[in-house]
């Protein structure tokens, strides 16, 4: 399984902060997302920040192993 | 002593996160701090209380980085940086960064370097709650 993690803004629009996607193998991040999007198209209208186990991501054609911790994030606003 | 980078719910002391930058050097001689803190008034309206939330342990690991970053590129003798999360009021405390250096330029240039690196990089999101109801804070740029 993906471990799929939301937070602040996108969690609200979400309506959770976490929920659990399939994997498959030679599944990409671009998968995940464009599956997310189906689902929550108004949370990801502010996703502008992507990270894979705690690191910053960028790369949509990053293969994702199983067990991944995946998070898709609106921009900080920490500080 | 306390780490050099942290996430906490309760408020810092300036003078103890000062104390424990200069005790690890005798060679320090600037060290430059910013204090963040919250406003009661933003964008035409009042705000009652902020709200932080954090992805806790990216958002600590992003801030180690950062620090060691910031030490490695403005040559740094120490760096702390405290942030606040959970539930903070007009006039609290939000985010301590203290930079020392052999000299002040550094010191001063490191520690605006760290704070808008922090903005852009440490993934936590602020809330204002107002008497119009609450608001996710867009970022400015």
């Known amino acids: 399984m993906i471990n799929v993690l939301f937070f602040g803004p996108v969690a609200d629009r ?3 902060n976490r929920l659990q996607a ?3 193998a030679g599944m990409r991040l671009q998968d995940l997302r464009d599956e997310l999007v189906r689902q929550y198209p108004q ?3 502010i996703v502008s920040m992507m990270a894979v ?3 910053h991501v960028r790369n949509l054609s990053l293969p994702l192993a199983d067990d991944s911790e995946v998070a898709f ?3 900080f606003s920490g500080g | 002593m306390k780490e050099a980078v942290r996430i906490q719910q309760e408020d810092f002391s300036q003078d103890e996160e000062v104390a424990a930058l200069k005790g690890s050097s ?3 001689g600037g060290i430059g701090t910013f204090l963040g803190c919250a406003r009661d008034f933003s964008e035409g309206r009042e705000v009652e209380q902020i709200s932080f939330e954090a992805y ?4 600590l690991s992003e801030m180690r980085k950062l620090r060691a970053d910031a030490i490695e590129k403005f040559a740094l003798l120490d760096a702390r940086i405290v942030h606040r999360i959970g539930t903070v009021q007009g006039g609290d405390n939000i985010v301590f960064i203290a930079a020392g250096a052999e000299h002040r330029v550094a010191a001063l240039e490191a ?3 760290i704070i808008d690196e922090l903005k852009q990089r440490v993934p936590i999101w602020k809330k204002e709650v107002t008497p119009q109801g609450d608001a996710w804070v867009v970022p400015h740029p």
């Open chain 1, 43 to 45: 949370a990801f209208e």
């Open chain 1, 53 to 55: 186990n705690g690191e």
């Open chain 2, 56 to 59: 806790g342990s990216m958002a």
């Open chain 1, 22 to 24: 399939e994997f498959r």
């Open chain 2, 111 to 113: 520690c605006r370097w």
């Open chain 1, 14 to 16: 979400i309506g959770g």
């Open chain 2, 26 to 28: 005798k060679r320090m």
């Open chain 1, 73 to 75: 994030m609106a921009k």
